[in-house]
């Protein structure tokens, strides 16, 4: 059975926002479907359903998940405070082993900081700075990537390269296991440390007319060693894709 919940998508989704805002026009509406990869071991993996809620002012934007305030905005740069629901969360309910359902819940957060976006001739360079505030995790992600985009009639194709570092707040509350969940489950107490995870991703959109487009986005990350080390998880990648069709007033 398929729960709509995230067991970790990080900062993903408001990376992954732009393919779905590409449009100048301040509102643009629409429905999609995200599917992500669960690096937990005997996680699920998960489907659910996103509202695509998109508008665009001088000031101030609003992207489904992540909203911000313009501290400089041209056609080249854009700099803003931003904030945005990390929906990265570890339910020991969702889990079939029985030692991982003795472990802690880890629940998803609110995370604020600072957006930039650089567009040129050689490409765009994306970069977003944010930081817990709701004293879940207390950590901090950096995300970096370097996009390209090629024109071929109504389809843009935009594939990128990119890297995402977690602090070792951040890594320690979602992939550390305490002294107590370890005396409790018999899984091994882990310290989780600070970590760098990279990734290539892929994004399609499709005008299909003045109004409605098409989107398709996927990414594969390449889990840091202090995640893929931790007990909890039993892979060393995740995969993300999301996909949704979306109409421009």
């Avoid at 005997?42 to 992207?63: A, H, K, M, W």
């Avoid at 570092?165 to 550390?176: E, K, P, R």
């Avoid at 840091?224 to 894709?241: E, F, H, R, W």
């Amino acid at each position: 059975m398929n729960h709509f919940k995230v067991s970790a998508v990080a900062v993903l989704l408001p990376c992954c926002f732009a393919a779905f805002s590409a449009s100048a026009a301040p509102l643009t509406l629409g429905a999609s479907v995200l599917y992500s990869e669960s690096p937990y071991r005997s996680g699920q993996d998960r489907y659910y359903p996103v509202p695509i809620i998109n508008y665009e002012g001088e000031s101030f934007y609003f992207r489904s998940l992540q909203a911000g305030y313009y501290l400089w905005k041209d056609q080249q740069d854009q700099l803003s405070l931003t904030v945005l629901g990390s929906p990265q969360n570890f339910d020991p309910d969702d889990v079939d082993d029985g030692d991982m359902k003795e472990l802690n819940k880890r629940r998803m957060t609110l995370m604020a900081g600072v957006a930039y976006r650089h567009s040129a001739d050689w490409g765009t360079v994306r970069t977003t700075l944010v930081g817990d505030v709701l004293n879940n995790s207390n950590g901090i992600i950096w995300d970096l990537t370097y996009l390209y985009p090629f024109q071929f009639g109504d389809l843009r194709v935009t594939p990128g390269i990119g890297a995402l570092w977690n602090s070792s707040n951040q890594n320690q509350y979602y992939y550390g296991v305490s002294s107590g969940e370890s005396a409790r489950s018999g899984i091994d107490r882990y310290d989780a440390d600070d970590s760098w995870s990279p990734y290539v991703e892929l994004s399609f959109d499709y005008k299909i007319n003045q109004n409605w487009r098409a989107n398709l986005v996927g990414r594969y990350t390449r889990l840091g060693d202090d995640i893929k080390d931790s007990p909890m998880v039993d892979t060393n990648s995740q995969a993300l894709v999301w996909t949704g069709l979306s109409y421009t007033f």
